[in-house]
């Protein structure tokens, strides 16, 4: 499988339950994002993980919890949500952070949060 | 504050030209991307300009005037696949995207 992928690619989860967003890419980065996409708003970037340790936390609730085991690999835990929470959830990948390289989308989860 | 203004949304018809226009206002500027994204899927990119001046790549075309902190999406020969929503991103002097909400383009036959 190539780029960049993300599971689930829809997930309705109730106010008190813990799911997890997986995503995974193949293309050899070193950089990978968490980004909320809500309609009619700009991207809201959430995490940054550069060669697996995290640079950026934009003053994300602390009911999204990130983990990136590998420089591969991203999980974006979710607890407590609310009802705001709900939107498409996007990971992103680029060879590098802090330069200016295209970032490689995910298809995104579409989270609902009843 | 750093800003990205585009307009929400166009309409144009299919074989016809459109421009998308995107101004920013950034903390330092090391760049301005363009990305197309479909309904439903993963935003990709289209163009990064960082001199001043236009870029052609087939239909599409970007220009960029750091001076007016302007830039602006050229569609050329417009077809049905193009419908679809268009992102402007601006790169600040901290490498950090800062992301307009999108301009969503409706094609007609």
């Known amino acids: 499988e190539t780029g960049v992928t993300q599971t689930p690619r829809h997930l309705v989860m109730g106010m008190t339950n813990k799911k997890s967003l997986k995503c995974e890419q193949h293309?050899?980065?070193?950089?990978m994002y968490w980004y909320k996409q809500s309609a009619k708003k700009p991207l809201e970037l959430m995490f940054v993980?550069?060669?697996?340790?995290?640079?950026e936390n934009n003053s994300v609730p602390s009911r999204f919890s990130p983990e990136c085991p590998n420089s591969s690999h991203l999980f974006l835990h979710l607890h407590t949500l609310q009802p705001e929470d709900s939107a498409l959830y996007l990971c992103?990948?680029?060879?590098?952070?802090?330069?200016?390289?295209?970032?490689?989308f995910g298809p995104g989860t579409r989270l609902t949060v009843t | 504050g750093q800003n990205i203004d585009q307009p929400t949304e166009m309409t144009a018809t299919e074989g016809a030209i459109v421009q998308i226009n995107c101004t920013y206002q950034?903390?330092?500027?090391?760049?301005l991307f363009w990305y197309q994204q479909h309904a439903g899927e993963a935003p990709t990119f289209l163009s990064y300009?960082?001199l001043d001046g236009l870029e052609e790549k087939g239909r599409f075309s970007s220009f960029l005037s750091r001076s007016k902190g302007y830039s602006y999406l050229l569609l050329k020969e417009l077809q049905m696949k193009d419908s679809a929503s268009y992102l402007c991103?601006?790169?600040?002097?901290?490498?950090?995207?800062?992301w307009g909400a999108g301009t969503k383009l409706i094609i007609k036959p």
């Open positions: 992103a990948s680029s060879q590098a952070e802090g330069a200016a390289d295209e970032q490689y």
């Open positions: 950034t903390s330092g500027f090391n760049g």
């Open positions: 300009n960082v």
């Open positions: 293309l050899g980065h070193n950089a």
């Open positions: 991103a601006a790169l600040d002097s901290n490498y950090q995207l800062i």
């Open positions: 993980y550069s060669l697996e340790e995290r640079v």
